[in-house]
């Protein structure tokens, strides 16, 4: 018998299967590439997203840094509150003392002295900010005052306030107590 010769099989030239070999390593390759690429672009995304969580958080501390400052800002201004609402009481009774005339000559004496001490002591109240409501002649408004008593005078207008029954003061532009008056009513 004779040999075989094998020429059923068509031999591959070297420079097809090498460029084969190329092909599938471009393939393999560019596969790489667009795995590379949509990893990049969701990264990018992520880092889009943090971004505007950062500004989120910034803006954040900003407001907050706002709201602190302007507590702080009104703790500070209205420390004081406490205290000048006290000394209003020693204020209203150190009025109630000038204003008594049923006495004698040696205590008008001492009332002049309370006199200087109330000044003094108003002077203070008003180089902190506390100032006096006083609104008679003018509209009952509800925010400076509180109405305790009416009476009816033909010849003013209706809620019109009469006359202050107990001051009301205000520190800094902030009512601390109403003015108790007595308005007009028809």
Known sequence: MAKKEKHNENPVEPEVLEETKELEQDTKLNNEMLKLEAEIQRLTEDNKIQQERVKIA?????????????????????????????????VDNLERTIENNNVSDEVKKYQDGVRLIYDNLTSTLKAYGVEEINRVGQVFDPRYEQALLTECVEDKEDDVVLEVLLKGYMLKGRVIRPASVKINQK
């Open 58 to 90: 910034q803006a954040e501390l900003v407001n907050y840094r706002k709201r602190k400052d302007e507590e702080t800002a009104n703790t500070i201004k209205y420390a004081n509150l406490d205290l000048i609402k006290d000394l209003l009481n020693v």
